[in-house]
C-alpha cells in the first residue's frame, strides 16, 4: 500500500477521485481536452477543413497525445495496483486515447485509427461518475439487468421476425424491385419494424404492400413490450432500497430500510432470540 | 409407458430435456446445425454467391435436410406418444425442417420452398425453452394475454382510422400525386401512422399535408396506447395477486397485498405473538 | 312503451340486442356486409378493376344501400323512441350508410361521397359494443378522459415547439432546399418530430441539420411524456372499481368494493348509529 | 403597495389575473390577437400570398406591434413592481412582441425578425396558466425535474452512441456513398437511432448495412429507456407520498403509505376505537 500523505498518495487523490477541489479541477480540465480532441478529429474528416488546416489538426492531435499519455503515466504510477488498473475498462480506455497518435508514426493513412480516436468519448464516463449522476446511472444499469432476460427473448422473437419477413419479401417482390438478397430483405425489414423507414427499398406490388402493412403494426405494437419491461424493472430498481427480509408471522417482504418491526402486522421483525443458557 | 432405463428413455432425456449434460449438449449442437443451414439459405439467396458456390450449397442442403431426417425420426421413435408429438406444434415444426429438402426432388425451382426453409428459425424457440427464460416469457406471454381484449379494440380503431383517412387522401390528393386508389391510400396511411414514413408516396398539396400532419401525431400520441396497456399488465403480472391467507376468524380470503387486517369483520389477519419469555 | 312480446318487441331484441342467438346472427351478418361494402368501395378506387367491373361495383352497391336502407327502417320502426334513436350517433351513421347511393342520383360523378362510404366503417364499432370489449374500452376511454388536461397541455407545447422549429428552418435553409414557406416548416417539423421522417424535404445546410437533430433528439425523446400519462392514467383506471370513502379513523381512501373495515387500521368503515330515541 | 379599488388596481386584476369575467376575456382576446398574428406571419411567408398581399400584411402586423405595445405598456403601469415584471421570463417574452415591428423601422428586410415574431407564441403559455390545467403541468414539471439526472446520463450515452456509430459509418461507408465528413456521420446516426430515417444519407455497402441494423435495434430498444424513466416518474408524482401521520407511541413520522403499525415501535398508528354504547 501506499504511505498516507505522500506525494503519490496526493497524486492519487486527485487523479483518481473528484471529492476534493483539486481533483474536480483535475477532472474537469480533462474534460475539456477530451471534448477538443473529438471536435478535432471531426473537424478533420470535413474535406474542406481538412485541406486548409490539416498542418494545425495534426500538431493538435499530436498535443493531446503527448497530455493523454502524461496522464496516462501518472495513472499507472500513482495507482496503488498498477496492472489491475492497467487492465481494467477504464485502463484500456485510457491506453486507447493514446495509442492512435503513436501508431500514425508507422502508417501514414491509417482511416480505422479514428475510430480508436473517437472511442475517447467513453473517458467522459469516468467524469460523470459523480456525485447524483452515480446513483441515477446505477438504478438504470440495475433496471437494465433485471430485465436482460426478458430482453433476450424479446430479440430472439425479433431477429425470427425480421428474419421470416425478409424472406418473404425476397420471394414476394424479387430482385426487380431492390430486395436482392434474403440479407437484403432482413435488412428491409429491420429498417421497417423498428419504424426507421428509410425508403431506399420500398414494396411495389400489392402483396408486397400488404406484408410492409403488417410488418409496420407488428412493429408499432411490440415497441410496448421493451417499453413496459424496462419501466417496470425500473419501477422496482427505484423502489429497492427497501428492507427485503420477510416477517417471520406475516410474510411481508418490503419494508422501510429502518423497520424493526411489521409495519402491517405490528409483530417485530427480528425476534428477540432467549440469552444463551 | 416406457420402461425405465431402457435405451428409449435414455434418448427421450437427451432429445427432450435439458436438464442433463447430454441433453444440454444436443440441444447447442441442434442450435448450430440451425443456425447454420440459415446462414447457407441467406448466402444461397446472394445473386454472386449463388453463382460461385451453388453446388456447395445444394450439398450442405441435402446434409442439414439428412441431419433434421434423422433427428426428426429420432423423435418420433423415443416419444412416449409419437402421434401426438407430430402433432403438436414443434412437431409441425419438425417436420417442415426436413420437408423443403424432400421436395426439391420434385420441384427443381421451388421459390416458395425458400420461406419453409427459414421457418426452421422457429425451432430455436425449442431451445430457448429452458431455466430462467421460459419463467420470463410466461411473464411477457401473461401480460400479453391480459392485454388481449383491449389490444383487439385498439388494433380496429387503428384500423378504421386508416381507412377513413386512405381515403380521404386518395380524394384530396388523387392519382396524379401517388394515390392511385383506396387500398394505396391506406398503405399510405399504415406507413404514416406508424411513424415508419418511407417517403415513396407524399402528400404534395397544402390540404393533404395539413391531414398528413394530422396523421403524424395521432399516430405519434396513440404510441402511448398499446405502451400503456401492456406496462400496465406487465406490472400486474410481475406483482402478483391479492394476499391469498384466509381471515383466522372470518375465513374470508382474498385480501388486498398490503391489508394488516380483515376488511370483513375487522379483526387483525396476523395477531401479534406474546414476547418471549 | 312497447307491449311486451309483440311483433315489433321481438324484432328490437334482434335489432338492437346482442344477447340472443338471433340478435348475435344479425349483427355477424350486418358485419360482414358492412366488410363486403368497403371491400367494394376500395376495388372500385383501382383504376385496373374500375374499368373492367364498373358495372358490376355499381350494382353490388345499389345492393348494399338497399340492404342498409332496410336496415334503418326497421331500426326506426322498432325503436321504441324513433326520433331519439335518428338523431343520436349511431343513427346519423347508419343513415350515412345510405346516403350516398341515393345521392348518386343525382350526381354522377361525386367523389366525395367515397369517402361517406367509408364512413360506414364506424359502425364495425356498434358491433363491437358487445360483451367483454365494452369493458376494456371503457377502460381506455376513461383513460383518455382522465389524461385528458394533461395531453392539451403536451399538445400546445408540441404545437409551440413546432412553429418555432418550422420557423427556424423556413429562415436558415430557405426556399432554395425546399422550405418555401413557414407552414412547409412547420409541416417537415411535424414530420421531424413525430420521427416519421418522410425524406420529401431534408436539411442541407450544416446548421439546418444541427438544428434538425435538436428537433429529432426532442421528438425522440418526448415520445416518453404521452406514454408516461396514459399509463399512469390507465393503471388508475384498471384499480378504480374500489371502494373511495375514506376510513374515518387512518382516512385510508381506497378500499376492496365489500369492505366493512379498513384493511390497514381495523376500524369500521362505516360505525354503528346510535339508534334514535 | 398600490390602494385597493384604484384604477390601477382593477387594470391589474384584468389584465393580470383571470379569475374575474373581465380577466378572462381580456385573455381571451389577447388569444385571438396572437393565434392572428401568427396566422400572418405564416401566410406572409408563403411566395404567391406575399406578392399580393404584403401591404395587407404589413399594415396588420403594425396593428398587432400597436395592440402588443399598449398592452405592454398597460402591463409595466398596473404592475406593483415594473422593474421585476421587466425582467421577468414573460416581461421579456411580451416585449419581444413589440420589437420586431420597431426594428423593422430601420432594417427593412430582416429575415430573422421573422423568428422573434414567431417566439409571440410562447404568450399562449400565460393563458394556459389557468384553473385545471396549471395543476396539471404542475404533474409534468415535477416529473421532469425528478428524471433530470436520468435523462443527463441518458442522453450523454446517446451522444457517445451516435458519436462512434457515426464516425465508424464514415470510415465504413465512405464520402462515395454521402457519408462526407464524421459530423454528417453524426447526422446520419441521430436520423437513424431516433427512427427518423429521412432516406437522404442511406448505407450502401453490406457492412454498412449490419452496422445500421444495429444502431436501428438500439434505437428501438432504448426508447424505452426516457419513456420507462419518465413514467415512473409520473406515477410518483400522481400518487404522492409517504403516509406523513406521526406513531402516537413514538413519534416516528414518516411511514410506508399502506403502514397500520409504526414500523420502529410496533405500536398501532391508528389504535382500535371503542365500540358505541
Redesign the interface.
Known amino acids: 500500500m501506499i504511505k498516507p500523505d505522500s506525494w503519490r498518495q496526493r497524486l492519487h487523490v486527485v487523479v483518481f477521485q473528484n471529492d476534493t477541489p483539486a481533483g474536480r479541477r483535475f477532472d474537469q480540465t480533462l474534460l475539456i481536452i477530451i471534448l477538443a480532441s473529438?471536435v478535432v478529429?471531426?473537424l478533420d474528416?470535413?474535406?474542406s477543413m481538412h485541406r486548409e488546416y490539416a498542418g494545425l489538426f495534426t500538431g493538435l492531435e499530436w498535443l493531446f497525445t503527448l497530455v493523454f499519455g502524461i496522464e496516462y503515466l501518472l495513472r499507472l504510477y500513482c495507482s496503488p495496483k498498477p496492472l489491475r488498473y492497467a487492465f481494467s475498462f477504464y485502463g484500456v480506455i485510457d491506453l486507447l486515447a493514446v495509442v492512435p497518435g503513436l501508431l500514425t508514426l508507422f502508417y501514414s493513412d491509417a482511416?480505422?485509427l479514428?475510430?480508436v480516436r473517437?472511442?475517447r468519448?467513453?473517458r467522459?464516463?469516468r467524469i460523470?461518475k459523480l456525485g447524483?449522476?452515480l446513483k441515477?446511472?446505477n438504478?438504470?444499469l440495475a433496471?437494465l439487468r433485471g430485465s436482460r432476460?426478458?430482453?433476450?427473448?424479446?430479440?430472439?422473437s425479433?431477429?425470427?421476425l425480421v428474419?421470416?419477413f425478409g424472406?418473404?419479401m425476397?420471394?414476394v417482390e424479387g430482385?426487380e424491385h431492390g430486395f436482392?438478397?434474403?440479407?437484403?430483405g432482413?435488412?428491409w425489414a429491420?429498417?421497417?419494424?423498428?419504424?426507421?423507414?428509410?425508403?431506399?427499398i420500398?414494396p411495389k406490388t400489392?402483396l408486397g404492400?400488404v406484408i410492409?402493412?403488417l410488418v409496420?403494426?407488428t412493429?408499432?405494437?411490440i415497441?410496448?413490450?421493451?417499453?413496459?419491461?424496462?419501466?417496470?424493472?425500473?419501477?422496482?430498481a427505484?423502489r429497492g432500497q427497501e428492507l427485503l427480509r420477510a416477517?417471520p408471522?406475516?410474510a411481508?417482504d418490503r419494508?422501510?430500510p429502518?423497520?424493526?418491526?411489521?409495519?402491517?402486522?405490528?409483530?417485530?421483525l427480528f425476534?428477540?432470540?432467549?440469552a444463551d443458557g
Open positions: 473529438l478529429v471531426m474528416s470535413v474535406e482511416q480505422y479514428l475510430i473517437v472511442v468519448m467513453l467522459i464516463f460523470l447524483p449522476y441515477q446511472a438504478y438504470l433496471a432476460q426478458k430482453i433476450i427473448v424479446f430479440l430472439v425479433v431477429s425470427t428474419t421470416i424472406a418473404l425476397y420471394v430482385p436482392t438478397s434474403i440479407p437484403k432482413i435488412y429491420i429498417v421497417t419494424l423498428t419504424t426507421v423507414g428509410f425508403g431506399d420500398v400489392p404492400q410492409s402493412s409496420m403494426i412493429g408499432y405494437s415497441i410496448a413490450v421493451p417499453t413496459g419491461i424496462f419501466t417496470a424493472e425500473l419501477a422496482t427505484m416477517c408471522v406475516c411481508k419494508h422501510e429502518e423497520a424493526g418491526f411489521c409495519c402491517r402486522c405490528g409483530n417485530p425476534p428477540r432470540q432467549p
